[in-house]
């Protein structure tokens, strides 16, 4: 099964062409994966790195099997280039796709992180900078070898002030480990009674090929099911300025006719 991956939810994009197994998936192929250096915009780059991953695997449009993408939260603009790109593809592929949550695909980073390491209590926090001493964050369970990854709080928006409450409040004691743009500003804030595992940046970043593994890992254990890209949406998390702007408008309009 091959799988076409992007995200362009953080400064950087990543594609990447991943070939699965069905009988062994803690081994999958990565057949091309690239990064953008974040000095140019998603709409210039994106397209262009896409053909540069299928070239270099060898594959064309036709032969993906399932199409991914980041689809928030992060970047609202990143966010909706890279749902567009994904509709078009697999529109003109007609095939279809999966909207991957961003920080989940971020846990999947870890995929490789052996068990011994984190002695079976280790925590995976994606934290995206939401600004204002906010992040958009989840809670991830690493519980095996493969570094395969369960949910113990859903995506959100949270201030740092009260991650750091949750933390203690709820993990005191365990190991945890940030990944995300908001990574270093966590691990800098966050006073945690327990261990703070600091790891590189390049498990930090957004990574087309572990949006590849979650897609995957979703498709193949029928948690959901691939989608017409007809109704393939972005996940946000908050509003966006035009839809708050309208509120406040609606609301402004609403107090003066009571007036």
Do not use: W
């Not at 509709?87 to 003109?92: D, N, S």
């Not at 908001?182 to 790891?199: L, P, R, S, T």
């Amino acid at each position: 099964m091959l799988i076409l991956g992007i995200d362009t939810t953080a400064k950087t994009a990543s594609t990447a062409v991943v070939s699965f197994n069905f009988e062994n998936f803690e081994k999958p192929t990565v057949l091309a994966d690239m990064q953008s250096d974040g000095s140019t915009s998603h709409s210039e780059m994106l397209m262009p790195m896409i053909d540069c991953v299928l070239k270099s695997a060898g594959v064309a449009l036709n032969d993906i099997d399932l199409f991914a993408v980041s689809h928030g939260p992060g970047s609202f603009t990143g966010i909706r280039i890279g749902i567009a790109t994904v509709k078009g593809l697999a529109f003109g592929a007609e095939n279809n796709c999966l909207g991957i949550s961003s920080l989940y695909a971020l846990a999947y980073n870890f995929y490789a992180y052996k068990k011994e390491k984190s002695k079976n209590n280790l925590l995976i926090l994606p934290v995206i900078d939401a600004r204002r001493k906010q992040v958009y964050n989840a809670v991830f369970h690493h519980f095996d070898n493969f570094g395969n990854v369960k949910y113990i709080k859903n995506d959100r928006i949270i201030t740092v002030g009260e991650l750091e409450a949750e933390l203690n409040s709820e993990f005191s004691g365990g190991k945890i480990i940030f990944t995300g743009d908001g990574a270093d500003m966590c691990y800098n804030e966050i006073k945690f009674a327990g261990e703070k595992i600091q790891v590189p940046d390049v498990l930090k970043i957004p990574s087309a090929a572990s949006l590849c593994r979650a897609a995957y890992d979703e498709y193949k254990n029928k948690k959901r099911s691939a989608i017409n890209p007809r109704i393939l949406a972005p996940s946000y998390l908050i509003k966006t300025q035009a839809e708050r702007e309208l509120n406040e408008r609606s609301s402004f309009c609403e107090r003066t006719n009571k007036t």
